[in-house]
């Protein structure tokens, strides 16, 4: 049997911790099974040496970011390979580029395109607990790369399924959650979630799983399961669910934190792809949607991203604006984005209405609405975030 | 023109000191000059990363202490390169493995067999100020190595062997004195020294160059200018010197602090090789010998090397003396190395005799002595170091 089991950033914060994390290996390992680890950066060490970047400079090419900031896995994998050394367990740690990972994109977002998966092999076959940083590979022309937000998650999976083995998840919480417990603490825990539920649930502000790492998976077929790093508790599957299981309307409640939205007044209506198109070549995503056009042919045109691409986003929209006479600008951060997600709406109607209803008993005004099949998210004032979270969670039973 | 500039990890301890630097190396390369600039770690990083490796496990696995120490040059040559970069000057970092710098032997401690330079041309042909990370490389099976001690340098002059320029190296100093000025503050300043006497100085334990840095260069004939990262002040030229200057006997006076001396008492003739052969294959390098043999067919063999090799020399000579009765070892590290160095030593007798009456007259005794060429080495205790080198230095006007 072989696994590929993936530990965060605070699973590896100090020695301490990753020789409880080594000893666990071993034992697997004398057990009989194959293991590929696959380990982010100790603690904040990431952010740690972003800040050392940013402060040195004020636009750090992103080619050298990559260079730098991929140094905090080579770190981890080779402090864990000597712990597992020294404990008796044959191990070898394999950079990204060193595993075969090719990835394509710019630089700090890129994507993996591939795993050359013989050197993996080849150490598993020598006897080896193999050890591949997480977050980083290489492009076509041999520069090291990362992979944006998430990213260990995404080397874990992709490795499970070139390897054609499943994939355990070892964070700090112990699985999936209706809604995060520190928003509800009464929040049911999930002793599996579907693919396409915890992928929704991804994409709309949960932080446990990434959606491109939970996409990859469901795409090749790889059970994921995530637990708790730290303690010895049931944690959770994610993998294709028997749809005669779903009985439940909503699955769960995400609520992403760290939003902006920006609104364009005044903006004729053929600037609007222009708008689209800069953002994309920057590669900042874009998310909820909406536009009135008005008599005159302007448009009122609003949209949601991460408040993290604030200063990129706001000195592409000053370039394309500038020019044209009488349009303005407006950014808000201080609001949320709460969602509710289900692959039982797929089939039961009533939830938005329900929804709707619950928010105009409670005077909780929104900002703006967007649906998908399995999901409704709506964006409101930070200020509305704890009694949305109550009443839904109280009405849905999360 | 082309130029290989080489910055240790003093001058590279910091942004403002990386500043500095880049503000240089954007004013040359404007000038229209190329340029290879390879950078050591930044100040004591890769001391810290050693002492997280040796706190994690007792005996850290060679190959993974070189999978984490080389993330310190990795961190240097990014933030050179963003610095260069926000400057308006078009600058890559190349790690050593990117470099194509091809090395062997033993994890911590490889060489350089060779450099596959496309890599540079192009990106120096694409106008880049390429920024290289010294004392690293990779072997034959793709794994990332380290050149150990004096590493940085290495890498520089190799580089400038193979792109066929000259190489400048940036350090603490304003160039070789022929004494160490903290030994002697009269030490005089040196504008050039051959190659062979640079070599013979490095080797005795001058700290400003190794010694294999400077065999590469006058193997392929690399003029080395070395100098101050931090002042303006002319520095030295390393290079092939004209033989009729060679008047003086003494170019210089080296002394080396971290050295102990061995000696194993009783060992049985046959086992001699033994020791050689065992410390060999550990790579530990031996200096000075001797050895008497007695009348009972067993000997007493006293060799030097470097402190740092303490504990792994004692449980090798362990293994080895353990299983013969009689023999006895002792180690004594209280001891300096002082050498001096003239290649006018070749053409000029009375070098020695007079050392020897200078050191009866001071009543300074010495446990060995050995002599080259162009050097004689005496080892003494500690307590004889300052009397020694300032009776050499005034009687030699060094």
Not at 135 to 161: H, K, M, W
Not at 184 to 192: F, G, I, N, S, V
Not at 193 to 205: P, R, V
Not at 349 to 360: D, H
């Amino acid at each position: 049997m072989r696994t590929v089991v993936k530990f965060g950033g605070s699973s590896v914060a100090d020695v301490e911790k990753m020789r409880h994390i080594a000893e666990n290996l071993k034992t697997r390992k004398d057990k009989g099974e194959d293991l590929v680890v696959v380990v982010s950066a100790m603690g904040k060490t990431t952010n740690q040496l972003l800040a050392i970047a940013n402060e040195a400079v004020k636009n750090p090419s992103k080619r050298e970011v990559d260079m730098m900031i991929s140094t905090g896995e080579q770190i981890s994998i080779a402090l864990l390979s000597m712990i597992l050394n020294e404990m008796g367990a044959k191990a070898v740690s394999l950079t990204g580029f060193q595993a075969g990972i090719r990835t394509e994109g710019v630089h700090t977002k890129t994507k993996i395109i591939d795993i050359d998966i013989e050197i993996i092999e080849e150490k598993l076959q020598e006897g080896n607990i193999v050890v591949v940083a997480g977050f980083q590979g290489y492009n076509e022309i041999g520069e090291i790369t990362t992979l944006g937000r998430g990213g260990s998650d995404t080397t874990a999976v992709a490795l499970a399924a070139k390897l054609n083995c499943s994939c355990e998840i070892y964070t700090d919480v112990d699985g999936i959650y209706g809604i995060d417990p520190r928003l509800y603490p009464k929040a049911r825990h999930l002793d599996e979630i579907d693919f396409e539920e915890m992928k929704e649930m991804a994409f709309l502000g949960s932080k446990v799983m990434e959606p491109r790492s939970v996409d990859i998976a469901q795409h090749y077929g790889v059970e994921i399961y995530v637990a708790s790093a730290h303690e010895d508790k049931r944690g959770t599957y994610i993998k294709e669910v028997d749809k005669a299981l779903e009985s439940r309307s909503i699955t769960g409640l995400s609520v992403a934190e760290n939003v902006m939205m920006v609104t364009l007044n005044n903006l004729p209506v053929e600037s609007i792809s222009e708008v689209f198109i800069s953002l994309a070549r920057e590669e900042i995503n874009i998310d909820m949607i909406s536009q009135t056009t008005m008599s005159d042919g302007r448009t009122s045109l609003s949209f949601t991203a991460s408040a993290e691409d604030k200063s990129a986003m706001e000195a592409i929209m000053h370039k394309i604006i500038s020019p044209i006479e009488g349009v303005t600008m407006s950014t808000v951060t201080d609001i949320v984005k709460i969602s509710v997600v289900g692959s039982g709406m797929r089939t039961q109607s009533g939830v938005a209405a329900k929804l709707f209803k619950l928010f105009a008993d409670h005077a909780i005004q929104f900002m703006q609405v967007t649906t998908s099949e399995i999901s409704i998210s709506y964006i409101m004032k930070k200020s509305y975030k704890e009694k949305a979270v109550f009443i839904i969670a109280e009405d849905f039973q999360l």
